[in-house]
């Protein structure tokens, strides 16, 4: 059975309306994450310094953060669209407060928290990275959501799993 040109072209537009739908795709728009955000990660270099006597330049403190947040300013790295400064691991210290709460190191960060906590509102952060290193798998799905949620703030949440989550799956 050979196709007349009626049937071709009705055969054609049907494929055309399908790939059409098939091509279509949706996003939350939200105002967060219009493109992929692009920052500075403090792990990619700086890994877990804190020897701020001996390497007073890359220890992981205030002063490293405070001097990269202004060389993306000065350097043109914000007009490239370079947005973000991602605090990674080992800015805490060892002890938690007297409430149980996670606190920085009072050796690398002079600057109390609740000033940290106000430039955090007045910079307006739209991006946290949440780290899944030592904490147990199963936590992960519920406790991502769940520090969202204290958040109460809308941000884009970049969570981790720890690459050893996955190796240890494959390895049972």
């Known amino acids: 059975y050979c196709l007349n040109h009626a049937e ?10 399908t790939l059409g739908f098939l091509a279509t795709t ?26 701020c006597v001996n390497f007073p330049d890359e220890c992981i ?10 060389l993306m300013a000065t350097e043109g790295y914000l007009e490239a669209g ?28 002079q600057v109390e928290l609740k000033l940290f906590q106000i430039m955090y509102i007045q910079w307006g952060v739209d ?3 949440v780290d899944g290193c030592n904490s147990n798998l199963e936590d992960m799905n519920t406790g991502y959501a769940e ?3 204290y958040l109460n703030k809308l941000v884009v949440l970049l969570c981790t799993r720890a690459a050893y989550h ?4 494959f390895q049972e």
Do not use: H
Not at 27 to 33: T, Y
């Open 8 to 17: 071709m072209r009705m055969m054609l537009s049907i494929w055309l309306v």
């Open 26 to 51: 949706s996003a939350l728009d939200n105002g967060l994450a219009l493109t992929p955000p692009m920052g500075w990660l403090s792990w990619e270099r700086y890994r877990c310094i804190t020897d």
């Open 61 to 70: 403190s205030e002063n490293l953060f405070f001097r990269t947040a202004k």
């Open 82 to 109: 370079y947005e973000y400064i991602i605090i990674d691991d080992c800015w805490l210290s060892k002890e938690r407060d007297s409430e149980g709460r996670l606190q920085p190191d009072p050796d690398r960060f």
């Open 127 to 129: 991006y946290i990275k």
């Open 147 to 149: 520090f969202g949620s």
């Open 166 to 169: 996955f190796i240890r799956k």
